[in-house]
């Protein structure tokens, strides 16, 4: 079946993996005690700060204790959706204050642009908060690319090595799965993608092979028309 519909990964895939642990970890990490001590009375934080007490076990964790438990899941890379959610909220304080400007491959930006234009749908997938997938895109180095896409996925449709997270995208997109491409640098990611039915591509950047998948180091040398 033709590709009607493009679901793109965003760390390693349209931008820098650097940019996400050199600039924006460091940032979130540096600005989340002073962020969940000056908002802990807001419902949105309220909200998440629960979910953190939930996911860690510690149902009676003080705001000094979250803070230890976000910052130590900073620091491993832990997929919370709780913790995406708090980085989103850090991030969009700098994004709006000019301090960070989000970082997406001149390739991405023009392939992005003329698939757009050509009529295809595109959709994000990250483990980022979707308030973090707008802000990286629409407060971009190239502007803001936030037109060009007609929807955003997070952890909240599933953790994205997980074959029925893709079943579901597939279903709110509204298409059947081998109508979408989806694009990522991570092997498990694309597996699971693939056993749901999607059609998959690779980006491996540093070049080298994703087993199992057609891979590319660019999104130039990407041809929808062999679908």
């Known amino acids: 079946m033709p590709i009607k519909a493009i679901l793109t990964d965003i760390e ?11 600039v924006l970890f460091p940032y979130a990490a540096r600005h989340l005690p002073d962020f969940v001590l000056h908002h802990a009375d807001e419902p ?35 997929k919370a959706t709780p913790l995406k959610a708090l980085q989103g909220m850090i991030w969009a304080e700098g994004y709006q204050a000019g301090q960070l400007k989000g970082h997406v491959y001149p390739d991405a ?19 980022g908060s979707i308030q973090a997938q707008q802000l990286i895109f629409g407060c971009s180095e190239e502007g803001d690319l936030t037109p060009l896409f007609s929807g955003y996925f997070d952890t909240t449709s599933g953790p994205k090595r997980e074959v029925g997270s893709y079943r579901r995208i597939a279903e709110s997109i509204g298409l059947p799965a081998d109508e979408i491409l989806f694009l990522s640098d991570i092997v498990e990611e694309l597996d699971a993608a693939q056993q749901a039915g999607l059609q998959t591509i690779g980006l491996a950047r540093e070049g080298g ?6 891979t590319v180091a660019s999104f130039a040398v990407i041809d929808l028309q062999r679908f």
């Open 109 to 127: 930006v023009e392939a992005l642009k003329r698939w757009k234009a050509e009529g295809y749908a595109l959709y994000v997938y990250s483990s």
């Open 209 to 214: 092979e994703l087993r199992g998948h057609d």
């Open 44 to 78: 949105l934080l309220i909200e998440q700060l629960d979910a953190v007490r939930a996911q860690s076990g510690e149902a009676d964790a003080d705001l000094i204790r979250l803070i230890e438990i976000l910052l130590g899941w900073i620091a491993e890379d832990r």
């Open 12 to 22: 390693g895939t349209t931008s820098s993996v650097s940019f996400v642990f050199d």
